[in-house]
Each structure stands twice: as C-alpha cells, then as structure tokens.
C-alpha cells in the first residue's frame, strides 16, 4: 500500500480543484442574504467528510449557522483524542472593485490561490480533512481517535456557539484541540501562538439639542455633542499610550523577563514595519516594544467618530449628536464585562456638561487566550513543525481573538493549539486574499506527522 506522502502528492492536482470548488461558495454569515451559501458550503464540508473516509458525520444545527461533525474513533482506548477545528465562513468581500478578479470565482497565479476565504479558513480548513484521508486510504486507519468540529459563524464571532458547545459537551470531550485556523511567521518561517487577546466594544452617543441647530444663532450658548464627544474620548488615553480609564490595568500581569526575550527573539524590522503600512513612525505605551505592545499588552482603539455634515464644502451646523465606537483588545487578567464596565464609569464622570450620554456594549466579545507553558498539545505541535520547517518555531502571539478557543477551554477543559498554515500577508479579510499553494500542501504533511507523532508512531 502506497505511503501517504505518496498519496498527497498524487493528489494535489484533485486537493487544488476541490479548494477552487470550496472558495466558489459566498458562505458570507455576516450577510442574511448569504444563509443559504453558508449552508451551502456546510453541505460541501459533510460531502467532503464523507469522502475523506471520517465517519457519523453530520450537519449540526445551531441558533444561527450550523456546525459541522464528524469522527473517527477506533484507535483505542489507550490513543488520545483530538478534536480538529476549522470554520467554513468567510468575510464580505467588499470593495468588490479592488479584486483583481471576483473573490468568488477564484484563480491561480504564481503559486498562490487568490479569492475570498481561501486563506481564512477555506484553504486551512480543508488541510486536515485530506491528511485524514490519506492516512485512512493508505494505512486504513488513523493513529489517534479524531472528531472535527468545523462552524460557519467564526467571521461574526461564533455567538450560538457557548450554549451549542455545552448541550453538547459529551459529543465534542478530547484531549487536545488543534485549530486548522491558524498562522505561520512567514511563508518559509514557523511560529506556535501561545496567546490571543479579548475583545470588548462600546458604542458611545452623546445628544444636546432636539435638533442640529445654526451655529451663529447658538454657538457658544450651548454644549456641541461632537466637540463633546471628542474630548470625552481624548480623555481615555494620554498622548503617551496609556490608557486613563481608571483600573482598566488592574489585574493585568506584566511580562516575565522570560517572555520577553521569547519576544525579542522573533525578527523586527522597525523600518519595514512603518514603510508597510505608510505611517511615519511607530506610537504606543511607552516602555514596551512594539511587539510587546501588540501582543501582551491591553489596547483602546476608536473604529469610527460622526456627526453634524459630512458632505462637501461647509455647513455650520451645531450638531444634535455624535457617535463613536471604540473596541479594546485585552489581555490576561481582564474580562470583558468589567472592562465595559469601567469604560461605561468613565463616560459617566467625563462628560462634559450640556449633553447627555448613552454607552452601548457593541456584539462579539471574547475573553483573553492563553497557553500555559509545557502545554501538552503544543509542544508535540512545535517537534513537528521543527521537523516540517527545518527550524525551531517562533513562541509568538496575536493582537486579535479567535472566540471559540475560549469556549472550547470553558465548555470542554481544553486548552487548544493553532496549528494553521495561513500567512499573515496573504490579505486576510481583505481584497485579493490568497494562499499559498506550498503551504497548503506543507500543512497537509505537518498534519499526518502531527497525528502520527500523537500515536506514538512519530
């Protein structure tokens, strides 16, 4: 019987046609009129199973989106079990004017599979369903017991998933979780994520007038909400990049001397960071390094700020209201709810006089991610991208959150690892998104190693 190297190779012509098949589907949860692309795509995964060899797979319904399972439980009793997750949902693919080509008819070039979803997660996902595969159609059977759990609500924050996840505790319990939703540091460099941040968002209104009113008749006889509002927010945070919102650090830990020289030791090119993204120099608290500060320390950021005219020329208008949004990512230490908490205290001792305040708690929070040292999981995972890369990965850590890695480790007891092929360049959410097909087929072998190395047969 063929080896399964032999079998992924043989494959990646059909393995690349299945992607582009995948990527077609506008499986957009964010959007109502795409529901039924999401289930649509859904459908595709089950057939995809299916066809892999897994086994009870099905189309699990939840309050939103469906979750999609399916196992393979006949290495033992003595084999670990690994729970496999990934997510078949995919962002809006708006401006559709900036695709080359339109993110839903997918094309190949220079290696790269380019269209919406093919790096987050479509092309991830997809990786261990054909590693499973090939280990079941060469050997016959996999070396560990293994269950997939792949969602179709990831892009708006997984929000069905907690009461979904623990109605059905028994049907999900492992012993490890690998996310197939995951980055590498570069398209020839590894990392293992050891840490993700919490998300919390605020709307904030403030209101004066009953109407927006002419400046020359009431400028300077009552309060401007906009005027307001912008020092209301000015007032969140020092021109040094610290946060003045009282306790909002409270409870965070500082780095050990340790990890930040785990930090220090993953490449920075300060000049390439600022010429890539066009600003003119770095900014943040102060006695951190850039990638301290992305990664482990707290942040308050404002996503949008209106009110009054917004069209060309002038208009002097006295606004009735004025709106701001602002998320903060967190980190060890912190909860969602008593972070809004705070920032819901101070609009209420910060507002300026003459105008009325509204604080909103804004939809898809998480909590903070954290992988403890020696993690089981993680440490397998780390030998086999040494072996796979030919160096040592990178210990890093990501500003942004990933939800379901907390609900797993609340609902299930498990601590789950990144484990995910995806680059972050490759224009995530973003126009152009791509993957890259070397990294594609690399997953696909760092997945059998993985789930050979877990059966003691690595």
């Not at 492992?174 to 197939?180: F, H």
């Not at 941040?197 to 906009?226: F, Y």
């Not at 030791?265 to 890539?276: G, H, L, N, T």
């Amino acid at each position: 019987m063929a080896h399964w190297k032999e079998h992924l190779q043989e494959n990646q012509p059909r393995f690349v046609d299945e992607l582009l098949d995948f990527i077609r589907i506008p499986s957009v949860s964010a959007s109502p009129e795409n529901i039924p692309d999401v289930e649509r795509a859904g459908e595709w995964v089950v057939a995809r199973l299916k066809t892999a060899g897994v086994e009870n797979v099905e189309m699990m319904p939840t309050d939103g989106h469906p979750v999609v399972y399916g196992d393979w439980l006949h290495a033992g009793e003595d084999k670990p079990t690994i729970l496999i997750y990934g997510h078949f949902d995919v962002q809006p693919a708006e401006p559709f004017e900036l695709w080359d080509n339109p993110p839903f008819e997918p094309v190949i070039k220079d290696g790269h599979v380019i269209g919406r979803g093919a790096s987050d997660d479509k092309g991830g996902m997809l990786i261990p369903i054909l590693s499973a595969e090939a280990l079941l159609k060469t050997t016959g059977a996999l070396p560990v017991n293994v269950k997939f759990f792949f969602e179709g609500q990831e892009e708006i924050g997984s929000p069905d998933l907690p009461p979904f996840i623990a109605a059905n505790r028994d049907k999900f319990s492992c012993d490890m979780i690998y996310s197939a939703d995951g980055l590498q540091w570069s398209a020839d460099e590894p990392n293992i994520v050891v840490g993700l941040k919490g998300l919390v968002g605020a709307e904030i209104r403030l209101s004066g007038p009953n109407a927006d009113q002419h400046t020359g008749l009431h400028g300077g006889g009552i309060a401007n909400p906009l005027m307001a509002l912008s020092q209301l927010v000015a007032s969140m945070k020092d021109l040094s990049g610290k946060i003045t919102i009282d306790g909002f650090y409270e409870g965070v830990e500082d780095l050990t001397e340790e990890e930040r020289e785990e930090i220090a030791c993953v490449p920075f090119d300060e000049e390439q960071y600022v010429k890539e993204l066009g600003v003119t120099e770095i900014h943040g608290e102060e006695g951190y390094t850039t990638y301290e500060r992305l990664w482990a320390r707290p942040t308050l950021d404002v996503n949008g700020i209106w009110g009054g005219y917004q069209g060309e020329g002038t208009k002097t208008v006295h606004p009735s209201e004025a709106s701001v949004k602002i998320t903060c990512r967190l980190v060890k230490g912190q909860h969602p709810y008593e972070i809004f908490a705070r920032i819901a205290e101070h609009v209420d001792a910060n507002t300026p006089v003459g105008v009325r305040a509204e604080v909103k708690r804004l939809p898809g929070s998480a909590l903070p991610f954290h992988v403890p040292r020696h993690h089981n999981a993680s440490q397998v995972a780390t030998e086999v991208l040494e072996e796979v890369y030919d160096m040592a990965p990178y210990v890093t850590r990501l500003g942004g959150s990933i939800p379901v890695m907390n609900i797993f480790q609340q609902e299930l007891g498990v601590t789950g690892t990144m484990f995910g092929f995806s680059v972050g360049d490759e224009k995530l959410h973003a126009p152009n998104e791509f993957f890259r097909l070397k990294n594609f087929e690399r997953g696909q072998v760092a997945y059998c190693r993985l789930l050979e190395k877990l059966g003691g047969a690595g």
